[in-house]
């Protein structure tokens, strides 16, 4: 963990320095990058033309793989069980004491993407979409080492400002693709907005590389104090 980058030749994705991006997290984010340039890292500008669809086929794999999994949960053999007055009657009440609203939607959600008549249409496209994100992350590591990124592209919301969980996965934009092809990633402190509120770094690495994904972020923590850093709180 205690090498330097200087061999290490970094790639910077067009995709995910997206339109609408909160302009001081694209600052901090492009001085943070300038920074690992700074410490000896080769740069270079690359494409991961997948990237606008990663969004959406995550939230149709991600359910889908909630309700399969979260269909054990009935009260009979695992985790919380309501008494009822049947089996179906203890079922229901369990699953609704024991799944939030978030819960619930993505089981919904999954339900119908794995049901007979939509599982080609979504959750099939899904998972060839899947295949394409990881296709050029691979392409991409044929050149590069190391990814960087802006970890998201808008600043934390407040608690209970945003309803809509639609609005709350669009910030998941540039984590899901790494996430859905199996690739290593961090995100380190690089920043704050004028208001105090943090900004990171997201750095990706090869599959089963998560060495030179660490290495890398030590680097730049030693180059910086913002992950000893914090805004003030009242």
């Not at 229901?92 to 599982?119: D, H, K, N, P, Q």
């Not at 592209?153 to 609005?167: L, Q, R, T, Y």
């Not at 907005?193 to 660490?214: H, K």
Request: glycine share 8%; hydrophobic share 40%.
């Amino acid at each position: 963990l205690e090498r330097d980058v200087r061999d290490l030749r970094l790639g910077v994705p067009d995709e995910y320095f997206i339109a609408g991006m909160d302009p001081e997290v694209e600052g901090a984010v492009r001085a943070a990058i300038d920074v690992l340039k700074g410490l000896g890292a080769t740069l270079e500008r690359i494409s991961l033309p997948a990237t606008p669809h990663a969004l959406a086929t995550y939230y149709v794999i991600a359910p889908a793989e909630a309700s399969s999994n979260l269909a054990r949960y009935d009260g009979v053999k695992y985790g919380l069980r309501v008494p009822g007055h049947d089996l179906i009657d203890m079922e229901s009440r369990t699953r609704a004491a024991g799944f939030g609203a978030e819960v619930r939607r993505r089981i919904m959600l999954g339900t119908y993407v794995l049901s007979a008549g939509y599982y080609d249409a979504y959750y099939g496209q899904a998972q060839k979409v899947r295949t394409l994100v990881r296709r050029d992350f691979d392409a991409a590591f044929a050149r590069v080492n190391l990814i960087v990124a802006p970890t998201t592209p808008n600043v934390p919301f407040k608690h209970g400002e945003k309803a809509d969980p639609i609005s709350m996965y669009l910030n998941d934009v540039l984590t899901i693709p790494a996430d859905m092809s199996g690739m290593p990633a961090i995100s380190v402190p690089c920043g704050f907005t004028a208001s105090g509120l943090p900004i990171g770094l997201q750095l990706i690495g090869r599959a089963l590389d998560e060495a030179t994904v660490l290495r890398a972020a030590r680097a730049y923590e030693r180059a910086t104090d913002w992950h000893t850093r914090h805004p003030e709180l009242s």
